[in-house]
């Protein structure tokens, strides 16, 4: 008599070649979706990462203009300009804006001596932290001033064309392509808008710094861009193409 046990739902029969080949299929479909799932966020990290580091560096900026009582300004160099001159563009928002395709790197100054040698500034020494491996993660398309501030630099602007005497800063501001952005002790600084896009060509998305000039605030925001949305010439089309972050309030 065979005393063998025997349990219910066992059985000797194994995987067919067809099952092992859906099993295949389906892991390599996974794999290959993980893969570029990951791909795609390496993409974006350092449009992000370089966001955040220049909104560190403004609110470096803002902290030591309130620490110190002095002018703090950031301008961005080195610069490249093709076209040599200074040129600034205007509409009906009241926004300057002034970009080229050349590079630039944040450099942070102050104002030691600003009763004996007003307007004079030097590099903030302890800033280097902050401004260091930006432009190894993003590039500066473009920096416009709104509100009070575009209008001053608008007022400048023709002011220097008309061969007149300039105004506070104007000269300095002629040495750069870009504008320069001062904080002030009472915690404000200049109204702008700062984008800024992926040093990697891969990654079409671009990013907007804002600083809100009344109270010095910063924030950003992502820019999503598809593919058939770059045929446009100018990057100022992203910004007209998208809602606005908020109207910037003047620095007083």
């Known amino acids: 008599m065979n005393n063998r046990q025997h349990f219910a739902g066992t059985s000797n029969k194994g995987f067919s070649l067809l099952e092992l080949l859906l099993v295949l299929v389906i892991v390599m479909l996974l794999f290959g979706a993980a893969v570029f799932e990951y791909s795609s966020m390496g993409r974006g990290v350092s449009l992000s990462e370089g966001a955040n580091r220049m909104e560190s560096l403004f609110r470096f900026a803002r902290s030591e203009a309130e620490r110190s009582g002095k002018r703090v300004r950031i301008r961005f160099g080195p610069i490249e300009s093709e ?63 709104s509100g009070l501030d575009a209008q001053m630099a608008r007022i400048n602007t023709e002011t220097d064309s008309s061969g007149e005497t ?19 002790p009472d915690g404000s600084c200049n109204s702008a808008r700062i984008q800024l896009a992926d040093i990697n060509p891969e990654n079409l998305n671009k990013s907007i710094v804002e600083l809100m000039g009344y109270t010095g605030t910063v924030k950003h925001q992502l820019i999503e861009i598809l593919p058939e949305q770059t045929a446009g010439p100018d990057t100022n089309e992203v910004l007209e193409a998208e809602a606005s972050l908020g109207q910037a309030e003047p620095a007083p």
């Open 166 to 184: 300039p105004t506070d800063n104007s000269p300095d501001q002629l040495e750069y392509t870009l504008p320069i952005l001062h904080f002030f």
């Open 83 to 145: 076209s040599g001159n200074l040129s600034a563009q205007t509409d009906s928002t009241n926004t300057v804006e002034i970009a080229s395709t050349a590079e630039y790197y944040p450099v942070v100054e102050w104002e030691p001596n600003p009763v004996e040698m007003p307007g004079q500034f030097k590099s903030l020494a302890n800033s280097a932290s902050f401004t260091e491996g930006i432009n190894e993660l993003v590039k500066i398309e473009s920096i416009q001033l």
